[in-house]
């Protein structure tokens, strides 16, 4: 399968401080990108996505950003607070037609310090 | 919560023993899917299932099998073939094609004793 290119594996900020995390994909026909969440002993959870019809989108204190002609998206969250302490996970996806799976990346676990 | 419910959330298995993990979804989604994940990895896809009496294999099938006789149930046969099957085992489903928000189950975590 094509896989998703996540970076970087940890990340640990201030609160308060901006976390990036980035990932890149090769498979041109995605056009569904969503970011997940997954906390400690808990199911993933979907927290914002973008299609690639869109550059930008934000939701509060999350932002995500995508490029279709590189093939990178990136997951923005400022002002952190402790309980953004989680392991995120980009995915690419495709939706319509055949293009029913969804591949993750290896996740990124952020720890964010009071 | 969630509509989607697997089981047992803890499952042991002998070396040389096939094992089914439970996956049903109330919430009239079309499409399921099957992930392993192990520290460090990620999410893994095993196998997805866009409809009824059919699936597809993902990066990872070998050792595994699975049937999609009902919409609701998307059962993971991990069989004696799979040679490291401990595992946190994760299941979801979407709302067809042009579903969006994929909804987990709570995962089974097996251990091979």
């Known amino acids: 399968g094509e896989n998703v290119e996540q970076h970087p594996s940890t990340l640990s900020v201030q609160e308060g401080d901006s976390a990036v995390i980035k990932c890149t994909y090769s498979?041109?026909?995605?056009?569904?990108f969503p970011w997940y969440k997954q906390e400690l002993g808990k199911r993933p959870q979907l927290i914002i996505d973008?299609?690639?019809?869109?550059g930008e989108k934000k939701d509060q204190r999350i932002a995500v950003t995508l490029n279709k002609t590189a093939k990178h998206f990136s997951l923005h969250i400022t002002e952190t607070q402790p309980e953004d302490s989680a392991v995120y996970f980009c995915?690419?996806?495709?939706?319509?037609?055949?293009?029913?799976?969804?591949?993750f990346g290896k996740g990124t676990k952020l720890s964010v310090k009071p | 919560d969630g509509g989607i419910t697997q089981s047992p959330k803890y499952l042991f298995r002998k070396e040389g023993q096939n094992v089914t993990l439970s996956c049903e979804q109330n919430l009239n989604h079309d499409a399921m899917y099957w992930y392993r994940q192990d520290p460090g990895q990620g999410l893994r896809l095993i196998y997805y299932s866009q409809i009824v009496n059919d699936f597809q294999k993902g990066d990872i099938a070998e050792g595994y099998s699975v049937s999609r006789e009902k919409k609701e149930s998307f059962p993971l046969t991990v069989t004696s073939a799979q040679k490291n099957p401990t595992a946190f085992y994760l299941c979801?489903?979407?709302?067809?094609?042009?579903?969006?928000?994929?909804?987990f189950g709570q995962g089974t975590r097996l251990t091979v004793v």
């Open positions: 973008i299609r690639s019809n869109v």
């Open positions: 498979d041109s026909a995605s056009n569904y």
């Open positions: 979801a489903s979407i709302d067809g094609p042009l579903g969006t928000e994929a909804f």
């Open positions: 995915v690419r996806g495709g939706y319509g037609g055949s293009q029913g799976n969804l591949i």
